[in-house]
């Protein structure tokens, strides 16, 4: 302690040292000869800055012991044992730091956490189609090839939903903002699940404007389109009904919305279904819901600046939206016509 006292005060100490000499200095030059006056003034002012330096150190002495000891643990910092006004803003800042690194391990914590419970619950839901395509291996005869491939689509799904959780984190640096038409979009998604369609029955309807364009990210937004697809052909548990893939443009924004026919989400869960994890009761029916889809999906449009909303109604269907806040709309045709007159 008193090493790195004497370190900190060495400034101090050179220029008392120095101050002393000046002055003795000045009277030697004014014609003041006085030996015995100038080694009692010598004496007198280094009894003084050795009592304001012996004082000041043992004010700072508990802060010293502080700093140099090894802490056990991170609440150290918010112990409070300053004296002056120095060291105690000094622990303030650290009692800052200590809330900052608080809400970043609580961060990491929950992040951590997230991909956890998400490994565990997408490995338990792949064991179902691994499972099929082995027993329909071991028959013996020959493969159902529209079997195998609803499998692989199922095995698809699910990697591609592991793969966009753990881009997440680094959703920014992964993000890139174009121009995207939006019908393209919806088609290309529904053409991937085609076989999705087919096994369930279901019908997809698209009534969307063919030059819609808005600004978004067409990696992150298909990954959307695709989770309310899925969802909405899962959970419509009766034969020919039909998925409704519509656009609303109003002013400066589109809306699009993903309506299904389907059981519907009771009241008491729609508040939570964004929530991760929650799979309330359509998930306990359908067995196959990891409670990652809509969470997935309401963090990527909030992260892109686009508004998630779930309307619903028990045994009529759900309605999921999406308002995008700046529409470019490039009237084609509008365009044909005026060049050709």
């Known amino acids: 302690m008193f090493r790195l006292f004497i370190r900190e005060h060495s400034i101090f100490i050179i220029?008392?040292?120095?101050?002393?000499?000046?002055?003795?200095?000045?009277?030697?030059?004014?014609?003041?000869r006085n030996i015995d006056t100038a080694v009692y003034s010598i004496v007198i002012s280094t009894i003084l800055t050795l009592?304001?330096?012996?004082?000041?150190?043992?004010?700072?002495?508990?802060?010293y012991k502080k700093i140099l000891s090894v802490p056990n643990k991170i609440e150290v910092v918010l112990q409070k044992e300053a004296h002056s006004p120095e060291v105690k803003q000094v622990e303030i800042y650290l009692q800052h730091i200590y809330r900052l690194y608080q809400k970043e391990v609580q961060l990491l914590y929950a992040t951590q956490n997230r991909?956890?419970?998400?490994m565990n619950s997408w490995v338990h839901q792949m064991k179902t189609p691994i499972s099929v395509l082995e027993m329909m291996s071991q028959n013996g005869e020959q493969?159902?090839?529209?079997?195998?491939?609803?499998?692989?689509?199922?095995?698809?799904?699910?990697?591609?939903?592991?793969?966009?959780?753990a881009r997440l984190d680094t959703f920014e640096e992964d993000m890139?903002?174009?121009?995207?038409?939006?019908?393209?979009?919806v088609?290309?998604?529904?053409?991937?699940?085609?076989?999705?369609?087919?096994?369930?029955?279901?019908?997809?309807?698209?009534?969307?404007?063919?030059?819609?364009?808005?600004?978004?990210?067409?990696?992150w937004i298909r990954f959307v389109v695709a989770q309310?697809?899925?969802n909405a052909v899962k959970y419509t548990m009766n034969e020919n009904k039909k998925i409704f893939f519509e656009t609303t443009i109003e002013d400066d924004k589109v809306i699009l919305c993903v309506r299904d026919e389907g059981i519907g989400i009771p009241a008491s869960d729609i508040k939570r279904v964004t929530k991760a994890f929650f799979t309330?009761?359509?998930?306990?029916?359908?067995?196959?819901?990891?409670?990652m889809g809509l969470y997935l999906a309401q963090e990527i449009c909030n992260r892109l600046g686009h508004k998630m909303k779930i309307n619903s109604n028990v045994g009529e269907g759900t309605t999921v939206s999406i308002l995008f806040e700046k529409l470019e709309s490039i009237e084609r045709t509008e365009m044909d016509v005026d060049i050709s007159t």
């Open 15 to 32: 220029f008392q040292f120095f101050l002393v000499l000046f002055i003795m200095l000045l009277y030697w030059l004014d014609g003041f």
């Open 51 to 63: 009592t304001f330096l012996g004082t000041l150190f043992v004010k700072r002495m508990s802060f």
């Open 115 to 118: 991909h956890l419970q998400f």
């Open 143 to 165: 493969v159902d090839s529209k079997s195998v491939l609803e499998e692989t689509d199922r095995l698809k799904r699910g990697l591609e939903a592991v793969l966009m959780n």
């Open 176 to 185: 890139h903002i174009e121009q995207v038409n939006l019908k393209e979009v």
């Open 187 to 219: 088609t290309e998604e529904v053409s991937k699940n085609k076989r999705l369609f087919i096994s369930h029955r279901v019908y997809p309807v698209i009534e969307m404007d063919e030059n819609c364009v808005i600004a978004t990210d067409a990696k």
């Open 228 to 230: 309310f697809l899925t």
């Open 280 to 291: 309330g009761e359509n998930g306990r029916k359908s067995g196959e819901s990891t409670g």
